[in-house]
């Protein structure tokens, strides 16, 4: 299809370029992020994603695993037994668990009172450069600039069978919750949303998305 080259050719320019453009700046997190905590710099996690096949001149989706890159923002080796807890009772909608996870209410569908994140980390999630490396992910094509965001293993086990239609488009770095409601939105929000997008998905909603993403992230709304 047409969208699929266009949003590829995409992809590849605005990675390359942005990470040339972006490299004095991911150059000067990594050495705060040095100074601040022990550790490496980058943190690779395994998700997962979707990739497009053809058997028998039928195109489908197939699940697939990629390692993420971000900038790292927590602790060097630290227990996920804290968030995997924390993404069985959003899955759940387990309120009071929630709510026991994060020691307070909290207006926002996200582990925001996490002990593992360093001060720099805060900072990074906060303005979402955490998510920078990821730039690299796109340009070797694991992930596209716009898509549904990759799923940890641990909570993909965890999806009711309607969520793994997000896996029918390649994971992004943004997407349409992500200009729409970010932390705001509950889970079953989350993944409606991106099922609105694999249904509607187009080069124009893709640059669209992209368009209003900085505007997103520079106004901090819903952002933790």
């Known amino acids: 299809m047409v969208y699929y080259f266009l949003k ?9 370029v ?13 050495l705060l992020i040095v100074l601040d905590s022990p ?37 060097h080796n630290c227990d996920q037994s804290l968030h995997m807890a924390y993404m069985e009772a959003l899955i759940n909608h387990d309120r009071e668990k929630m709510k026991e996870l994060q020691g307070e209410e909290v207006d926002a569908y996200k582990l925001v009172n996490d002990p593992r994140i360093t001060r720099m980390g805060y900072w990074l999630r906060k303005t ?8 690299w992910n796109i340009l ?26 997000r896996l029918e488009s390649k994971q992004g770095l943004t997407g349409l919750w992500q200009v729409t409601t970010r932390s705001s939105a509950d889970f079953d929000e ?31 709304k819903d952002a933790h």
């Open 8 to 16: 590829r050719a995409l992809d590849i320019i605005v990675s390359a």
């Open 18 to 30: 942005g990470l040339i453009i972006l490299s004095p700046l991911m150059g000067i997190i990594a």
């Open 39 to 75: 550790g490496p710099v980058f943190f690779a996690q395994k998700r997962i994603g979707a990739s497009r096949w053809m058997c028998k001149g039928f195109r489908y989706w197939k699940k697939t695993d990629f390692y993420c890159y971000k900038f790292r923002s927590m602790k």
């Open 128 to 135: 979402s450069l955490d998510e920078l490396p990821q730039l």
């Open 140 to 165: 070797i094509g694991d992930m596209t600039l716009v898509g549904p965001r990759p799923s940890i293993p641990y909570e993909y086990e965890m999806y009711k069978p309607w969520y793994r239609r």
């Open 190 to 220: 989350m993944v409606k949303l991106d099922i609105e997008y694999v249904d509607n998905q187009s080069f124009w909603l893709d640059v669209i998305i992209l368009f209003k993403t900085p505007l997103v992230v520079i106004s901090g």
